[in-house]
Nanobody
Framework: QVQLVESGGGLVQAGGSLRLSCAASGSFYVINSMAWYRQAPGMQRELVARIAPDGTWNYADSVKGRFIMSRGSAKNTVVLHMSSLEPEDTGTYYC???????????????WGQGTQVTVSS
């Protein structure tokens, strides 16, 4: 099993910044990719940023130029740096990981418990 633990988030005024972290732990062979998703009340969960297996970064158009996803200083961690936050960025942010438990395993998706981000206008 794999555990994803998120930290960060909170309440910030529009134009402010926040930093989210996600640490993966447990027993696994390799982490194929990690990503951040968010879900606003009454809305579907959407991809915010992702590091693909080939190492490329993907961002939602709505956050390009404002959010940066990077690898954390600790192993198997990722960080989401959010700046110029807007009220539309409000929602629960979830860490996501595609993990293989052995060689040639196509991968299993895991989710963190979510962390709340609220941007006030």
């Amino acid at each position: 099993q794999v555990q994803l633990v998120e930290s960060g988030g909170g309440l910030v005024q529009a134009g402010g910044s926040l930093r989210l972290s996600c640490a993966a732990s447990g027993s696994f062979y390799v982490i194929n990719s990690m990503a951040w998703y968010r879900q606003a009340p009454g809305m579907q969960r959407e991809l915010v940023a992702r590091i693909a297996p080939d190492g490329t970064w993907n961002y939602a158009d709505s956050v390009k130029g404002r959010f940066i996803m990077s690898r954390g200083s600790a192993k198997n961690t990722v960080v989401l740096h959010m700046s110029s936050l807007e009220p539309e960025d409000t929602g629960t942010y979830y860490c996501n990981a595609d993990v293989s438990h052995e060689a040639f395993d196509p991968g299993t998706i895991y989710w963190g418990q979510g962390t709340q981000v609220t941007v006030s206008s």
